[in-house]
């Protein structure tokens, strides 16, 4: 059974930082592009940011581009995103996803976690 897991979401005030980790069993993690999208409320889940299988390969949304950095950890099976210079429409839930090649759309992702809230604050 497919298992995603994300932590570290929180308060954060505009301009801080966090870390969110996703943690993946279940499924060769190796074999698996990872990818971290968004909702907030009222609007639609968004794609964030995506690495390839062996992280060589990365792309963010231009709205987090050059402040969020994704990153993975094959020994650990987990994904990172490090959210840095935050901004209040950062405000979301936060959902790692799970494909076997890289994708940009929700309905590409098969395997999904439960998200983690990130809320930041004026």
């Known amino acids: 059974q497919v298992q995603l897991v994300e932590s570290g979401g929180g308060l954060v005030q505009a301009g801080g930082s966090l870390r969110l980790s996703c943690a993946a069993s279940?499924?060769?993690?190796?074999?698996?592009?990872m990818a971290w999208f968004r909702q907030a409320p009222g609007k639609e889940r968004e794609f964030v940011a995506v690495i390839g299988r062996s992280g060589a390969i990365t792309n963010y949304a231009n709205s987090v581009k050059g402040r969020f950095t994704i990153s993975r950890d094959t020994i650990k099976s987990t994904m990172y995103l490090q959210m840095n210079s935050l901004k209040p429409e950062d405000t979301a839930v936060y959902y790692c996803a799970a494909a076997l090649g890289i994708r940009y759309y929700p309905n590409e992702y098969g395997h999904w976690g439960q998200g983690t809230q990130v809320t930041v604050s004026l």
């Open positions: 279940g499924l060769a993690f190796s074999s698996y592009a």
